[in-house]
């Protein structure tokens, strides 16, 4: 019989008293095979993550699994209810943190507590990240697991020159785990795409590695991004958006959105497509209430891309 079980790892107590937990599940198969993590809501604002977690796992007939599958559905619970990108507590991004100090500030313990519990056991590792609060984002990152990557089933890739340190993954690629970063839906509209999307590229992952049987669903054209801009407002204001559709083209100048005052009606700021030929990324599709130097774009450069 598959065995499932729930084994919060505790982190630390709070001034509250209350646990700080990483909540942890674990399903082992009936048959052997390697050990697959899936993290979301290391970014707590990017909530999607958590629910593509929450419904695979609902759905998922452990029955069929070969191997053992490690899940987080929320790796930072206070930055998750906090509908923020941050621990509340000591302002840390936990995504920047790793791997983590065991004698550091709250988010350096709970990096650190993820790294030897969770991080440094797999064999696989899928991190679900999304747009947040109000951007919404569609695109898999290129990292060392390209068939992986790409299994997910997006149309578009990135293949990043450069990778920002101290992420979840810098831990797994330094021991050479094929990994996989997804960026999936987010935003203040319908998300119901976004899921189904998610629960399919999880079983498309599972299936590429033999951990669940039938073959995946074959992934749609793909176009492999190398050069990404993400455009962040100087101005704060209302961001009146006026290309709202991920994966279109859009040309060198065409606006994007603009920054306007929702107190003086004064125009801003307009942000525009930066490359001749750009693909879109990340949007907003509705009309936010916005801080300077938040992510308001992210267009990719068709020119230099892969098809
Ligand atoms: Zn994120």
């Known amino acids: 019989m598959p065995t499932r079980t729930y084994r919060p790892i505790h982190?630390?107590?709070?001034?509250?008293?209350?646990?700080?937990?990483?909540?942890?599940?674990?399903?082992?198969?009936?048959?052997?095979?390697?050990?697959?993590?899936?993290?979301?809501?290391?970014?707590?604002?990017?909530?999607?993550?958590v629910e593509i977690v929450y419904r695979f796992m609902q759905t998922?007939?452990?029955?069929?699994?070969?191997?053992?599958?490690?899940?987080?559905?929320?790796?930072?619970?206070?930055?998750?209810?906090?509908?923020?990108?941050?621990?509340?507590?000591?302002?840390?991004?936990?995504?920047?943190?790793?791997?983590?100090?065991?004698?550091?500030?709250?988010?350096?313990?709970?990096?650190?507590?993820?790294?030897?519990?969770?991080?440094?056991?797999?064999d696989y590792y899928v991190d679900l990240h999304a747009g947040g609060a109000y951007p919404t984002v569609d695109y898999v990152y290129i990292l060392n697991a390209e068939p992986l990557s790409r299994a997910f089933g997006s149309p578009l890739l990135y293949r990043a020159k450069e990778m920002l340190t101290g992420t979840s993954v810098t831990v797994t690629r330094e021991r050479n785990v094929p990994s996989v970063v997804v960026e999936l839906g987010g935003g203040d509209v319908e998300q119901t795409s976004?899921?189904?999307?998610?629960?399919?590229?999880?079983?498309?992952i599972l299936k590429t590695l033999g951990m669940l049987p039938g073959d995946p669903t074959p992934p749609p054209p793909q176009v492999v991004l190398q050069e990404i801009t993400t455009l962040r407002p100087h101005h704060g204001g209302l961001l009146v958006p006026e290309v709202t559709e991920l994966g279109i083209e859009v040309k060198g100048g065409q606006v994007l959105g603009r920054i306007v005052s929702p107190y003086s009606f004064e125009e801003l700021e307009v942000l525009r497509c930066p490359f001749d030929r750009g693909?879109?990324?990340?949007?907003h599709r509705t009309a936010d209430a916005v801080e300077p130097g938040i992510y308001a774009y992210m267009v990719g450069n068709l020119a230099t891309a892969e098809r």
């Open 11 to 49: 982190v630390a107590t709070l001034a509250s008293g209350m646990d700080l937990v990483l909540p942890l599940h674990e399903i082992i198969g009936d048959k052997p095979g390697p050990t697959l993590g899936i993290s979301a809501g290391i970014h707590g604002e990017e909530a999607v993550g």
């Open 60 to 122: 998922h007939d452990p029955g069929a699994l070969r191997g053992r599958l490690l899940v987080l559905p929320v790796a930072n619970p206070f930055s998750y209810a906090a509908i923020s990108r941050h621990t509340l507590i000591d302002g840390g991004n936990l995504n920047r943190v790793f791997p983590g100090n065991r004698d550091g500030q709250l988010t350096e313990q709970l990096a650190f507590a993820m790294t030897e519990q969770f991080l440094r056991t797999l």
């Open 194 to 204: 976004y899921v189904a999307r998610g629960l399919q590229g999880l079983a498309n």
């Open 279 to 283: 693909i879109m990324v990340l949007t």
